[in-house]
């Protein structure tokens, strides 16, 4: 006869039977926390000291054609002070009107004036810091006399031409003007968000807004260069001694730590499962989307890596054709061909051009107001919900 603890036991064996069934997958990914935790450099890792750092002219010596190309680049520009933002001069006056509230941007040539009132009061204040470019959406920080950072409850979006409430932060019924118009933004986040926008924006555990390199730059990636800097033009004066090897290359990692490594801003499975994240928004998470992949399999393949297919030192390609190559590295062209180790994907009995167009569809963002490229590759059937 089965005592009460019978179920309970039930369960937990049954637990344990599953999680040793999918213990090479779980391992797969990590989180950027646990990443940061090992030792070595990865993005969004602390600096050690500002001296480490020699900011991204240094590199245009020896690497001119990246840091030309590298500069054109939406990552380069993901940060910047808002009195350079495009769409901000592009629209001098944006308005956002949500019940009672009114939300002004002004821009002119000295600031931008982010102002709202409730047709009683108003509170205004000069925008600091523009997070993103024009291509979907543009957020804002600002300060108050206090010195903590604010984030201002409207975005502007690109498919709109207008502003919106910021992801996540829309607010219909607020309870007071200061509610409507910002969020405070805690200390810990703000390390996080400059971490990922700019480059060596926290030094030990300080905040350094005042030395920070806007936009994602060589060494937010690279890690810190001023040794490898010094090393080289050692190396170039005829210092045989000199050391090679002390700048940080992701090719060097497995698959599945090179989909983490651009994980760390842009969401690891893990991230995203611990956010709670869910639906279509996943979606922004391309890293997230890309290991759910049938073809990414359990052990990944470098095939398919986030760099098999974007170049982080050139700016961002949109045409489908543009990623072809990198599907035809797994799939045959001829239909009815073996299947070998090097090709063991079966031929598109529809196409054999413009893969990316059916195989990674548009999901709609509702709260980016835009359409984003879903990384999970599969066989996409009309009408079906979308694949968590």
């Not at 602390?46 to 480490?52: C, E, L, T, Y």
């Not at 204040?125 to 543009?138: D, K, M």
Request: glycine residues 6%.
């Amino acid at each position: 006869m089965l005592s009460a603890s019978a179920p309970l036991l039930r369960k937990a064996v049954l637990w344990l039977i599953t999680l040793v069934a999918l213990t090479p997958w779980v391992r797969a990914q990590l989180s950027t926390q646990d990443h940061l935790a090992d030792p070595g450099f990865w993005p969004t890792q602390p600096g050690a000291s500002r001296n480490d750092y020699t900011g991204p002219e240094a590199c245009r010596e020896c690497h001119a054609e990246k840091f030309a190309t590298q500069a054109k680049t939406a990552m380069r520009r993901t940060a910047f002070n808002a009195d350079q933002s495009e769409p901000l001069h592009a629209h001098p006056k944006l308005t956002f009107d949500v019940g009672p509230y009114h939300y002004l941007i002004e821009t002119n040539a000295q600031h931008s004036l982010y102002t709202v009132s409730n047709g009683k009061e108003t509170l205004s204040s000069p925008l600091l810091w523009a997070f993103g470019t024009p291509r979907v959406g543009q957020s804002y920080l600002f300060k108050r006399p206090d010195g903590h950072f604010y984030e201002a409850r409207v975005t502007y979006f690109e498919t709109m031409k207008a502003l919106g409430f910021t992801p996540s932060r829309d607010l219909p019924h607020p309870g007071s003007l200061e509610q409507a118009m910002d969020r405070q933004v805690p200390a810990t986040e703000v390390k996080q968000c400059f971490s990922c926008h700019t480059t060596a924006a926290v030094i030990g555990d300080q905040f350094d807004e005042e030395h920070l390199i806007p936009g994602v730059t060589c060494e937010a990636c690279h890690g810190p260069g001023a040794k490898h800097v010094a090393d080289m033009k050692a190396l170039m004066n005829g210092n045989l001694n000199a050391a090679r090897d002390d700048i940080y290359n992701s090719a060097h990692l497995g698959p599945n730590d090179q989909v983490d490594f651009c994980g760390a801003c842009h969401g690891t499975w893990w991230d995203v499962k611990f956010s709670g994240t869910t639906g279509a928004s996943t979606t922004r998470s391309a890293p997230y989307r890309l290991v759910e992949s049938k073809c990414w399999g359990k052990i990944g393949d470098k095939r398919l890596v986030c760099t098999a297919c974007h170049d982080p030192h050139v700016p961002l390609q949109t045409d489908d054709a543009s990623y072809d190559h990198a599907c035809l590295r797994c799939h045959n062209t001829t239909l009815g061909a073996a299947l070998t180790a090097e090709h063991p994907g079966k031929a598109c009995p529809v196409a054999k051009k413009d893969c990316s167009s059916c195989h990674m569809p548009k999901v709609y963002v509702k709260e980016m107001h835009a359409d984003f490229t879903d990384h999970r590759i599969r066989i996409v059937h009309t009408g079906e919900p979308f694949p968590e």
